[in-house]
Structures are given as structure tokens and as C-alpha cells.
């Protein structure tokens, strides 16, 4: 009986997954995140073509349509052909396990008495939290480095950038995730509000401009940072700066590193001339390459 509910969630998630892409496009509003995606990446287009660090930079920087092709297909395409139903399925298998140890809510009850500003907060630093620390395990670890490369394949900074990424790392990020935030309960709502601002943080984050933050240099990522997780020359074998939203982390671990400005420094990896420039090839690459 069990099997047959897991299969009808699997099932029924595909044509839900669907409609939801249909109104999300069809019927903009507030909670239309395809909208609130092209209107945060207009705005750092923008910024990047009035006031832009690398002034010598394209204004379609090399492989700007490809990143921004994967925009699109790790936020909404790859849910459509199976994550999203395989993630409803493990939501509530883990649902079932909870209940069956009794702890039910059990987290949620305590996070839901903080005024409504603390529970975004708590959910936004445990999620940066986990991030971080996922984010170095994509660099320390040989499989999942070779997905993680995806990202790193990048030669020309820019906001679209942000979201070039093999799809692997949608199964590493949420899988790792899911455990420890899917028992705080938070609304659809909250849930949204959050993922806009790390959205919006790491179009920033990757953008060819120069904003001086100041003292908030030490509490979130920036592009004069993050430029030199990039770099292609880096002090250790496994890089540095792996601050997602936040830069807290690299100071409080001491994996920071901005040795000077970053305007110019190359990017990429050791290798990287002979790593392939489609989509196709580079979603096969780490396979074909662990073959």
C-alpha cells in the first residue's frame, strides 16, 4: 500500500510540476519566480553595462547564452523531466519516517516561536550554513569535483554565471539540505522570500561590477571575493572563499583569500582548454570522464 502512495506522488508530481510552470509563466504575480528571475537578472545586466569593473569585457561576455540557457534549465526544466517528482517522493518518505518516530513538527514547534523576521533568519543562516559546507565538499571530493567543474569552466565573469552548474549539484545541494530544514516547517511564502535573496546575492556575487561594502564585506559575499574562487591560480589544491550568500564563514574558518583586486585575474582550472563548451557535453562530461 505504502509503494502504491509513493508511486502516486511520483505520478501525479509530473502534471502538477507542469501546471505549476504553466501559471508560473501564464499568471504573473508576486509568487511568479520566472518573473522575479528575469527582472533580478535584468536589473544586474544593467548595472553591469552602466557601471562595469572589467570595462574591457564584452557586453555579452563568452558563453552568456549558454549560462543563460542554464538559468532556465536547472530552475525549471530539470524539475519538469524527474527531480521534482523524486524529491516529492523523499519528502514524504522522510514525513513518513518522522512520524514514525513521533517527532513530528518536533523542530518546526520551536523555530514557530520566533516572530516571523527570526524564522527567516534561522532558516537563511542554517541554509548558507549548509551550503558552504556543501560547496567545499564539491571541491574536496575527486567525483563531485569533476561536476562541480561545470561552474568553474567560466572565462568570462558576469551575473549568469551565477547559475551556470551541472545538475548533479541540484541532487547534492538538496539532498544534503533537506534533512535538517525539512523538519523547520516553513511556509511557501518564507520559502520564497529566502530564495529570492540568495538568488538575488549570487547574481551579485558573480556580476562584473565593483560595489564597496565596507564592513558588510565581512558578513556577505561580494564580487571582489568571489572573483578569486574562481581564479585559476589559487593558494591550495582546493580553493578558497566558498561563501554562498555569506563571507562570515570563510573569515570564521579562515578559507578567505583576496590577496589584491581580482579585476583581471584568469579564471578557470588547470585543464580547462580541453573541458567542452555545450550543455550536452558538459552534462555528460563527469560521466564520460569517471568512465
Known amino acids: 500500500m505504502l509503494l502504491n502512495t509513493y508511486w502516486d506522488t511520483f505520478t501525479k508530481s509530473f502534471g502538477e510540476y507542469w501546471n505549476y510552470l504553466v501559471s508560473d509563466v501564464t499568471s504573473p504575480g508576486w509568487h511568479?519566480?520566472?518573473?522575479?528571475l528575469l527582472l533580478i537578472s535584468a536589473f544586474f545586466y544593467l548595472l553591469e553595462l552602466v557601471m562595469p569593473w572589467r570595462k574591457e569585457q564584452p557586453k555579452l561576455r563568452k558563453d552568456f547564452w549558454l549560462d543563460f540557457f542554464y538559468m532556465f534549465f536547472n530552475f525549471f526544466l530539470f524539475g519538469l523531466i524527474g527531480f521534482i517528482a523524486?524529491?516529492?517522493?523523499?519528502?514524504?518518505?522522510f514525513d513518513n519516517l518522522l512520524l514514525s518516530f513521533g517527532w513530528e513538527n518536533a523542530m518546526a514547534n520551536h523555530i514557530h516561536m520566533l516572530p516571523i523576521w527570526g524564522q527567516?533568519?534561522?532558516?537563511?543562516?542554517?541554509?548558507?550554513?549548509?551550503q558552504f559546507n556543501t560547496h567545499r565538499m564539491l571541491h574536496r571530493v575527486p567525483f563531485l569535483w569533476e561536476f562541480h567543474k561545470v561552474h568553474h569552466s567560466v572565462e568570462q565573469m558576469g551575473f549568469a554565471a551565477h547559475l551556470r552548474y551541472h545538475w548533479m549539484?541540484?541532487?547534492?545541494y538538496k539532498s544534503i539540505q533537506y534533512i535538517p530544514l525539512g523538519m523547520l516547517g516553513l511556509g511557501l511564502?518564507?520559502?520564497?522570500?529566502?530564495h529570492l535573496v540568495a538568488l538575488t546575492i549570487g547574481h551579485f556575487n558573480h556580476s562584473n561590477i565593483n560595489v564597496p561594502l565596507g564592513p558588510l564585506k565581512y558578513i556577505f559575499n561580494n564580487p571582489q571575493m568571489h572573483i578569486w574562487h574562481h581564479a585559476k591560480k589559487l593558494p591550495n589544491k582546493y580553493g578558497v572563499n566558498f561563501g554562498i550568500s555569506l563571507s562570515i564563514w570563510d573569515y570564521l574558518f579562515r578559507t578567505n583569500y583576496i590577496p589584491k583586486s581580482g579585476r583581471d585575474v584568469p579564471l578557470g582550472f588547470d585543464g580547462d582548454e580541453k573541458f567542452p563548451?555545450?550543455?550536452?557535453?558538459q552534462s555528460l562530461f563527469p560521466f564520460i570522464k569517471r568512465k
Request: proline share 0%; charged share 10%.
Open 32 to 36: 511568479s519566480y520566472f518573473y522575479w
Open 86 to 93: 523524486i524529491s516529492n517522493v523523499f519528502t514524504q518518505w
Open 120 to 130: 527567516l533568519l534561522v532558516y537563511f543562516i542554517i541554509r548558507d550554513f549548509i
Open 169 to 172: 549539484e541540484n541532487v547534492v
Open 189 to 194: 511564502d518564507g520559502y520564497m522570500l529566502l
Open 277 to 281: 563548451s555545450s550543455f550536452m557535453w
